[in-house]
T-cell receptor, first 113, second 112 residues
């Protein structure tokens, strides 16, 4: 099935550093969602974006809906140990109402001691 | 406010068998979507149910079928299990009028 290109695949950072990750698609989307998944758990919704160019924050997290509608970016400021996990982007193109999401393969965030 | 719940948590089946997984949506939600997540991959969309009917389907064979009940809960059925069906099966609920989907903890299916 189709998947989005998410990069980087993994990130090794120090506590306190800022993190940036992105997601690109060959198709346009009208909704972008960012999720975090911990081992043995389901994905947890972090941020939802609905409009090209939109910039939305949730605490230390900031995400942007690319103006081409084919990409999205997630930034985490001043990382802390509980930020460790896998971050997924997900896109949806809907003609009306909620549809199935297309996911990236994830960015694995690891914080080095 | 109860979130999305799924049962069972873990399941082990043999090739060729059939399995049924269950999902209860978040309170107030009317739409249920099912996803398959293989190890090291992102979730793949299987299908979505609204008003007790399949509303949209991903690229999965007919061995995968589902049902939605009047109380909005849902079941995922997989027939003639293959080794490749081993995965984490995730249920997500939403309102049909919105795009935010909330996931349950998943059911880990192992086919031997």
């Amino acid at each position: 099935g189709q998947q989005l290109n998410q990069s980087p695949q993994s990130m090794f950072i120090q506590e306190g550093e800022d993190v940036s990750m992105n997601c690109t698609s060959s198709s346009i989307f009208n909704t972008w969602l960012w999720y975090k998944q911990d081992p043995g758990e389901g994905p947890v919704l972090l941020i939802a974006l609905y409009k090209a160019g939109e910039l939305t924050s949730n605490g230390r997290l900031t995400a942007q809906f690319g103006i081409t509608r084919k990409d999205s970016f997630l930034n985490i400021s001043a990382s802390i140990p509980s930020d460790v996990g896998i971050y997924f982007c997900a896109g949806m193109y809907s003609g009306g109402g909620a549809d199935g999401l297309t996911f990236g393969k994830g960015t694995h965030l690891i914080i080095q001691p | 406010d109860a979130g999305v719940t799924q049962s069972p948590t873990h399941l082990i089946k043999t090739r060729g068998q059939q399995v049924t997984l269950r999902c209860s949506p978040k309170s107030g939600h009317d739409t249920v979507s099912w996803y398959q997540q293989a190890l090291g991959q992102g979730p793949q969309f299987i299908f979505q149910y609204y008003e007790e009917e399949e509303r949209q389907r991903g690229n999965f064979p007919d061995r995968f079928s589902g049902h939605q009940f009047p109380n909005y809960s849902s079941e995922l059925n997989v027939n003639a299990l293959l080794l490749g069906d081993s995965a984490l099966y995730l249920c997500a609920s939403s309102l049909v009028s919105t795009y935010e989907q909330y996931f349950g903890p998943g059911t880990r299916l192992t086919v031997t």
